[in-house]
């Protein structure tokens, strides 16, 4: 069984991220970009299900600029196979990553799609969702549970108020959320075996996706700053500003 893993090359979610002047994005300059937590995940969900002797074969995608190759590497170093690397310095939204995935999956024939459930980036949440559209395959998003038998993924997912377990027929399309596992890191030896491990680069044009935006971000603000909070003396003190100055009772 084959596995393709999509990695994304994101802001390191420990980085405070800062709004640029200008208000079209968030300034990026000498930032530490590391892979998508999400994407952590789904690795590490793939070789465990290596491990196990389910899958035999992981393939680690990443579409992004020639830095993304260090995602990529990552993913190696973790226990990945070997990867491939769309190559482009434009931005790229999630439904032509959609396309490229689209085009790798019908050449490379996985039987599962593995993605994070959403880019701590720009918080899209679509990838998985898009990806399933297009190659028409059954899909389990916000795994919090992967358990594959005869053929059949069955994928506990969070939803609201639980937990809902759905039977997919491979291949199919699944998206990792956080309580899926614990990613390991990867050991030194394995971060130096990574690196004799394939990557085939490629570019967008060679799976005939344009990659020209359809969406124009009309500003990027600050969240609000929070107010400094009081100390107050009483019980009867913190009643009247909760009915008085805050409204809240
Ligand atoms: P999003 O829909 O952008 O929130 O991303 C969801 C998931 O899609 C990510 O966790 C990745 O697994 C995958 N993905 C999105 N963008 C890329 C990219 N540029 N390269 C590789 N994988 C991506």
């Given at each position: 069984m084959k596995i393709l893993v999509p990695v994304k090359r994101v802001v390191d979610y420990n980085v405070k991220v800062r709004v640029k002047p200008d208000q079209t994005g968030v300034d990026l300059a000498n930032v530490k970009m590391s892979m998508n937590p999400f994407c952590e995940i789904a690795v590490e969900e793939a070789i465990r299900l290596k491990e196990k002797g389910v899958a035999t074969e992981i393939i680690a995608v990443s579409i992004g600029p020639v830095q993304a190759q260090e995602t990529i590497r990552t993913a190696l170093a973790m226990g990945a196979d070997r990867g491939i690397l769309v190559q482009t310095d434009d931005t790229v939204e999630p439904l032509a990553v959609a396309k490229i995935l689209k085009a790798i999956t019908d050449e490379e024939n996985p039987d599962i799609v593995l993605l994070g459930?959403?880019?701590?980036?720009?918080?899209?949440?679509q990838t998985g969702q898009m990806l399933a559209a297009l190659l028409d395959w059954p899909q389990g998003t916000f795994a919090s549970e992967v358990a594959i038998t005869d053929g059949k993924a069955n994928v506990t997912r969070e939803v609201d108020g639980g937990l809902q377990t759905v039977a997919l027929q491979l291949p199919a399309v699944i998206t990792t959320d956080l309580r899926l596992n614990e990613p390991r890191y990867a050991s030194l030896p394995n971060i130096m075996k990574a690196k004799r491990k394939p990557i085939d680069t490629k570019a967008p044009a060679d799976y005939g996706?344009?990659?020209?935006?359809?969406?124009?971000?009309l500003k990027v603000t600050e969240p609000p700053k929070r107010e400094a909070g009081i100390k107050v003396e009483s019980v009867a003190e913190l009643v009247a500003k909760l009915k008085d100055e805050a409204g809240v009772i």
């Open positions: 459930k959403q880019a701590i980036d720009d918080d899209s949440n996706v344009d990659t020209a935006p359809r969406l124009e971000v």
